[in-house]
């Protein structure tokens, strides 16, 4: 495995044919770096699942460089999806359709539908429009972390959680911190209304502001979608340290909270957010700095409102401790 720490047109070049070749490429998004494969390469993909050590019929969301390419992996798409893809893309969006033939059982988990997402990062956009120039039509790329446990954005977050599991031929491209830091929001387009499967940066408000129609939000736990979303697992996301929420902390436990809420005495500090973006952004780096200094416990609270604070007490929920 390859890390490249200055990603050069030419370097993205070489990165797109490797890609093509069958190879893994692990690649900044605007939400968490991605562990990218050719989206039509079977044995490309049953590689990337035993890098992520991930069961092979959970589905992958396929990532295009525009909205040029969606109609070759989805059909039937429903004006307001579009409406939603013309508004949000390039951004942390992916959308559930119908999928085409394209869109085979590797890739969707043996569903009838596809999850597709243009992301925003310049590096992205950049590997993807020389992919398709190549002749690629998308890349499939899961979080590049093993399976259940913290996302990562920072090329070094990619490095730690997969180098022994990386061949000699893959890559990793570093872009630097991701900016929004937790996952794209999922929506369900494949009925009348649209559906959150995981909150994210788009938020419900932003959706039904835009399409005026009623939006359903998957809760954790509940099994009212009968569509198969492992982010739904009650438990994922998680560092070693044991998470804990509006607790107070013992001695020595690390503590995560907005900046305006003070360290309780004996407490370790992982992230001072000021608002919810910041918090979103320094998540999962706040969870990875507890286990490289080996906290037993972090205390997290859970920041307010109905903006990126629900999808950042959706992680939070999903990696506390159940006991
Ligand atoms: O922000 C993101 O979405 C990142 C970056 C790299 O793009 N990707 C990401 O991928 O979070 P992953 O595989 O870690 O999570 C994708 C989620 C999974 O829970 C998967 O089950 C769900 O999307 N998904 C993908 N295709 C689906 C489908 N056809 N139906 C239902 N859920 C789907
Ligand atoms: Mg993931």
Redesign the pocket.
């Known amino acids: 495995m390859a890390l490249i720490s200055s990603c050069t047109a030419s370097t993205l070049k070489d990165a797109a044919t490797s890609l093509r070749s069958g190879n893994l490429v692990a690649f900044p ?1 605007e ?4 562990l990218g494969v050719d989206a039509t390469n079977k044995d490309a993909v049953v590689h990337l699942f035993q890098v992520k050590g991930r069961p092979s019929d ?4 396929v ?1 295009i460089a525009s909205m040029a390419n969606l109609g070759k992996w989805a059909r039937e798409i429903p004006e307001y999806a579009r409406k939603l893809a013309r508004t949000f893309w390039p951004g ?1 969006m ?1 959308l ?1 359709l119908p999928r085409t033939n394209l869109a085979m059982d590797f890739i ?1 988990g043996n ?1 009838d ?3 597709i ?1 243009v ?1 925003s990062h310049p590096l992205a956009t950049a590997l993807l429009t020389e992919f398709e120039d190549q002749g690629g039509l998308g890349i499939a ?3 590049a972390n093993r399976f259940g446990k913290v ?1 990562p954005t920072t090329a070094d977050a990619v490095v730690e959680e997969l180098s022994s599991y990386l061949s000699p031929a893959d890559l990793i491209l570093d872009g630097g911190p991701c900016e929004v830091g937790v ?2 929001t ?1 929506i369900n387009c494949t009925q009348d209304f649209p559906e959150i ?2 909150p994210g940066a788009i938020t419900v408000t932003m959706i039904s502001d835009l399409i005026g129609l009623r939006v359903n939000q998957i809760t954790t736990g509940s099994n009212k979608s009968i ?5 739904l697992l009650q438990s994922h996301y998680a560092p070693k340290a044991k998470v804990f929420l509006s607790t107070t902390p013992d001695l020595g436990d690390g503590f995560i909270a907005l900046a305006d809420i003070p360290t309780p005495p004996g407490a370790i500090r992982l992230a001072s957010p000021k608002d919810t973006r910041e918090y979103a952004h320094l998540l999962y780096q706040a969870l990875r700095l507890a286990d490289s200094k080996q906290l037993p416990n972090v205390i997290a609270i859970p920041p307010t409102g109905d903006d990126l604070a629900v999808a950042i007490c959706d992680r939070l929920e999903k990696c506390a401790y159940k006991g």
């Open positions: 998004t939400t968490v770096y991605g959970h589905p992958l969301i990532h942390p992916t559930i969707t569903q539908s596809v999850g997402r992301p790329a899961p979080s996302s996952e794209s999922i499967l995981r569509i198969k979303a492992p982010g």
